[in-house]
């Protein structure tokens, strides 16, 4: 007698967004906004429904931690399967089917290695990054490699957030403001927005739902009620503006005074190339970073790094490679200056050393900041847009995640010393030109040589 086959009740969307999400069509499509959307329900639905559609196909449900899922979306959605169909496995923490699909729940703890560690090589068919905004664009990106797979499976990358996080301008840019770079095309990507308003299950178990939200900061309020991506973003370097704050490379000329930044630890050595021209304006012209190296490699990861020829006026450190190893008795900056790299001290007062950043960032009077970055320093560019505000300190730039702060960090220590402008060619003097101010009132030129901030 032929088996009847196991009826799977997935349930129904119970709003238009939830409706459109399952209907998406497009390469990346990013659900939510505000809280309250059913976005998690979206997402477990989703997978089994493909689970079930497409016999083989392999799913990846990702967040930043395994904790964040568990009661959320791996406990519900195994509730879903009846044990004919498929079944759970807690060591691989991963849902197999009688049909040959799986879901494997991910997790991608902040280190930028991750995506190229443990899933290097890996290929699934769908992805569902949950709570995007808590991952840097360099993740989600790492991500869409893992998408690939040689059959007819459509390959799908689906993504829900709340506005705020870490992730809040890169997501921002692709899905709302609609802002895209060249090799991005516009037709992959969909944003479906939804609110607490559409969730008629959620308005109906719970009616306190909209006092509570209604209850929180404005600008939360405003974020997390009516998902508005303008109330929240949290980054630290609000004013940092692609195409404003950034140029394409070009030669730095041979009499612009060059200098090198870094901050060094195992985890990262984050080096950056800073030139400044006569009228004090700062370049960020190269950078580089390296995770795993001990001191007498990564000083010749920055000396390799430096052309031959290129005279650097000074390399700034962090004040601890001057703290004397117990175990050794000497320093990391004795190892660096054995190693052909001498270095200097810079501050390493948090808050002054950003705010100093900050100020030169800020647009001059000729209309142009007073730094700028190639835009081939990709790292850097992301690192700043992606870096927080702290939550307890809003003059200082969070800790966390630890990975995206070693790029900033080393252009803090530039920002936060002093430098040296470059001597300009003297010009063809005019007998019959009047004195100037400054020859009249003080007998001659000021030294304007250095900058301080």
Same mark, same amino acid.
């Given at each position: ?290 995770? %795993? #190296? +001990?001191?007498?490699?990564? *000083?010749?990861? @920055?000396?390799?790094?430096? $052309?031959?020829?290129?005279?650097? /006026? ?64 990709? %790292? #850097? +560019?992301?690192?700043?847009? *992606?870096?927080? @505000?702290?939550?307890?300190? $809003?003059?200082?730039?969070?800790? /966390? ?53």
């Amino acid at each position: 007698m032929p088996q009847q086959p196991v009826q799977v009740d997935l349930g129904r969307p119970n709003s238009e967004p939830q409706r459109r999400f399952f209907a998406s069509r497009k390469l990346y499509t990013c659900y939510g906004g505000a809280r309250g959307g059913g976005k998690s329900w979206a997402v477990r639905t989703k997978a089994v429904g493909g689970a079930l559609r497409w016999p083989g196909i392999r799913i990846l449900i990702i967040r930043r931690t395994y904790r964040d899922m568990e009661n959320s979306l791996i406990t519900p959605l195994v509730k879903l399967i009846p044990a004919e169909v498929g079944r759970y496995n807690g060591s691989s923490n991963m849902v197999l089917f009688q049909n040959g699909s799986s879901i494997k729940f991910g997790h991608l703890p902040n280190d930028r290695a991750t995506v190229e560690g443990e899933y290097q090589g890996q290929e699934f068919d769908w992805i569902f990054m949950d709570e995007a905004t808590q991952f840097t664009e360099s993740e989600f990106r790492g991500m869409g490699g893992c998408l690939r797979g040689v059959n007819d499976i459509p390959k799908r990358f689906y993504l829900t957030c709340n506005p705020g996080g870490v992730g809040h301008q890169w997501v921002k840019r692709l899905f709302i403001d609609g802002r895209f770079r060249p090799g991005e095309n516009p037709d992959d990507y969909i944003f479906i927005p939804a609110r607490f308003t559409d969730n008629a299950d959620l308005l109906k178990s719970s009616p306190g739902y909209a006092a509570m939200l209604d209850n929180l900061p404005e600008s939360v309020r405003k974020a997390h009620r009516d998902g508005d991506w303008n109330a929240l973003s949290g980054q630290y370097f609000s004013e940092f503006t692609r195409g404003l704050h950034t140029v394409a490379p070009f030669a730095i000329p041979p009499e612009w005074r060059k200098y090198r930044a870094f901050d060094y630890g195992l985890d990262c050595f984050a080096c950056v190339w800073v030139a400044v021209d006569f009228q004090g304006r700062f370049y960020v012209y190269r950078e580089v970073a390296q995770s %795993g #190296l +001990i001191v007498s490699r990564a *000083a010749e990861l @920055a000396l390799a790094s430096t $052309p031959d020829g290129e005279c650097i /006026e000074a390399t700034l450190a962090p004040p601890d490679l001057w703290s004397t190893q117990k175990d050794t008795g000497r320093t990391m900056a004795e190892i660096f200056t054995e190693s052909g790299l001498p270095l200097v001290r810079a501050g390493n007062s948090r808050v002054p050393g950003w705010l100093a950043l900050k100020e030169l960032l800020r647009v001059r009077g000729d209309g142009k900041p007073g730094l700028v970055i190639f835009r081939d320093c990709r %790292g #850097l +560019i992301e690192d700043l847009e *992606a870096l927080q @505000a702290d939550e307890r300190n $809003p003059s200082d730039a969070a800790t /966390e995640p630890h990975h995206i702060t070693h790029r900033p960090d080393a252009l803090r220590y530039f920002a936060a010393s002093r430098a040296l402008l470059p001597e300009k060619p003297p010009e063809p003097v005019d007998e019959d030109a009047p004195p100037d101010y400054d020859e009249v009132m003080h007998g001659g030129a000021p030294d304007l040589r250095y900058l301080y901030y």
